[in-house]
């Protein structure tokens, strides 16, 4: 069994920086962070492999946010720089027991209990 919990979550002004972790229990091999505003479907952000050699991002974070893993601490991370207030949602940690990369939600039968990221103008 798979357990996934956030942290990093807070408030910034817009043009700031947050990074999130997500500490992992058990075997997981692709990873993503996707987020849900108010009002709004559960949407993709991005996804790592299980090496960590391929990442892929959706186009409204793309430059901006980096997701990396690291293995040995069976974490993932979300270093997010330049932040909108669009940004503002709750971001959940996912993982997937498939090696193929997704950004669907249905890949992912594992997910974190979510953390805010509030973006003030």
């Known amino acids: 069994q798979v357990q996934l919990v956030e942290s990093g979550g807070g408030l910034v002004q817009a043009g700031g920086s947050l990074r999130l972790s997500c500490a992992a229990s058990g075997r997981t091999f692709t990873m993503g962070w996707f987020r849900q505003a108010p009002g709004n479907e559960r949407e993709f952000v991005a996804s790592?492999?299980?090496?960590?050699?391929?990442?892929y991002y959706a186009d409204s974070v793309k430059g901006r946010f980096t997701i990396s893993r690291d293995n040995i601490k069976k974490s993932l991370y979300l270093q997010m720089n330049s932040l909108k207030p669009e940004d503002t949602a709750v971001y959940y940690c996912?993982?997937?027991?498939?090696?193929?990369?997704?950004?669907?939600?249905?890949?992912?039968?594992?997910w974190g209990q979510g953390t805010q990221v509030t973006v003030s103008s």
């Open positions: 996912a993982a997937s027991s498939s090696r193929v990369v997704r950004t669907t939600l249905p890949a992912y039968g594992y």
């Open positions: 790592i492999s299980d090496s960590g050699g391929s990442t």
